[in-house]
Every structure is written in C-alpha cells, then in structure tokens.
C-alpha cells in the first residue's frame, strides 16, 4: 500500500471567476499541468493554517479560508495524494507567480479548455460543475 500525502487546494474565488496555476515545467509529478493553488499538509498544521501557508509562499498573497467543498484521491506510482478543496477568498495582496508557471482567473465552463492534474479534474467534474 502507498503512503497518503495530505494535500490542501484552494478555490479561490473573485465575482464568478476562480484562480487555477500551471504547474512549473521541472515539477516530478504532472508538470506544466494546471491545478488549484495549495500543497502538503506538514506536521503539526491544521489544513486551514497549511492552506494560508502555501497560498503566502506561492502567490504571496494572503486567503481567509471557508467551508471545504470537496475532497479527490489519486495514487502516483510512489503514493497516494488526498486532497481537500476550501473555498477561499483573497483579504490582502494580488497573486504573483513565485512558484508557477502561470495562473489564470476562469469561470466553471472554462475548464475543458485546460489539462488540469488528475485529482483536480476528479474534483472539477464531482463538485465544481454543480456549483
């Protein structure tokens, strides 16, 4: 059995659009792929407190962090990542690319037109099309 890595994304919402980052080119898993901001959960953090955390160190912007809207499973050769989605909202700061590749605001018919990573279109075609 592969090891579960807790990871956290946010669905960052401004009017109707959300904010979805291209995965740089020399990441091992899915690179140049589109995803929801976030990463791991590291010891000792709640989900909430590594959301705010990640979403600083990758957009340098700062995130209140709501209700969680869904969760996805996909297991990668070495491991399994579980994801946990919020839906969150920008209170201070304009997102910078520091880590990504590129970010795009896009509203929910717009996600066919990018190759997102595997748990991020679980996500999309299970909960953000009823949204």
């Not at 989900?47 to 990758?58: F, G, N, P, V």
């Not at 990668?76 to 994801?83: A, D, G, M, Q």
């Not at 970010?103 to 279109?121: E, G, L, Q, R, V």
């Amino acid at each position: 059995m592969s090891r579960i890595v807790e990871v956290v994304a946010a669905v960052i919402w401004q009017d109707d659009k959300f904010l979805i980052c291209q995965r740089p080119a020399n990441k091992k898993q899915n690179p140049l792929q589109w995803e929801f901001p976030g990463g791991k959960v590291e010891p000792g953090e709640t989900k909430e407190e590594a959301l705010r955390r990640e979403i600083k160190e990758e957009l340098n912007t700062v995130i209140s962090v709501k209700d969680t809207i869904g969760e996805a499973e996909h297991t990668y050769h070495e491991f399994t990542v579980h994801l946990t989605f919020f839906n969150c909202e920008i209170v201070e700061g304009v997102p910078e690319k520091l880590e990504h590749n590129d970010f795009a605001w896009i509203d929910k018919s717009k996600t066919n037109n990018y190759d997102f990573c595997p748990s991020d279109n679980e996500f999309i075609s299970k909960f953000l099309k009823g949204v």
